[in-house]
């Protein structure tokens, strides 16, 4: 059986700032398994927090790097990845999820009550996805068996709506 390439890869921290999954997307460690998993091209979406240095991220790697912080919609970006690893947030898990690509989902550990984990745990649980924290991300990258991941059933963004909102105290 010959392994799916994962030649573009694409990062979001969303509109906030995630320092940590930045700081370690773009280290020689997990470059190089991207690497592994046939990545030629990294996008970074980095939000609003430091310009990344793509120079010296570049020079880590054979993988062509580009960063940006914002713009209206990161839709082009994750209709063009074959692998997407992104913050925990609602917004961005679905629409990833929606446009049917494999996810690896990393927790910030240290937001407060953050509800972020259990929406990660939950949509990990049930398989659509993988989740990590920064520290885990190169062993998840490396173990995941990214064939293994369902889509997500139809009506099941409707129940999982509904679960959020009884969450977060809405119903």
């Known amino acids: ?48 927090g430091e ?36 913050h925990a947030g609602a917004g961005s898990c679905l629409e990833v999820l929606e446009a049917g690509k494999p996810l690896i989902v990393v927790v910030n550990e240290t937001l407060m009550n953050n509800h972020q984990t259990e929406l990660a745990e939950r ?4 398989k659509n996805l993988f989740c990590c924290t920064p520290n885990t991300l190169q062993q998840t990258l490396k173990e995941s068996d990214f064939n293994q991941l369902e889509k997500l059933a139809p009506g099941a963004l409707d129940s999982f709506v509904n679960h959020l909102d009884k969450f977060m105290g809405f119903r």
Request: proline residues 0%.
């Open 1 to 48: 059986m010959m392994r799916k390439l994962y030649k573009h890869v694409f990062v979001t921290v969303g509109t906030t700032e995630f320092a940590d999954l930045v700081r370690i997307v773009s280290s020689a460690s997990v470059l190089q398994q991207l690497t592994d998993l046939g990545c030629e091209t990294l996008t970074i979406q980095f939000g609003r």
């Open 123 to 126: 949509l990990s649980k049930d």
């Open 51 to 86: 310009e990344l240095n793509v120079e010296q991220v570049q020079k880590l790697t054979t993988i062509r790097v580009s960063a940006y912080g914002l713009k209206s919609s990161i839709g082009d970006d994750i209709n063009k990845a074959d692998l997407v690893i992104s």
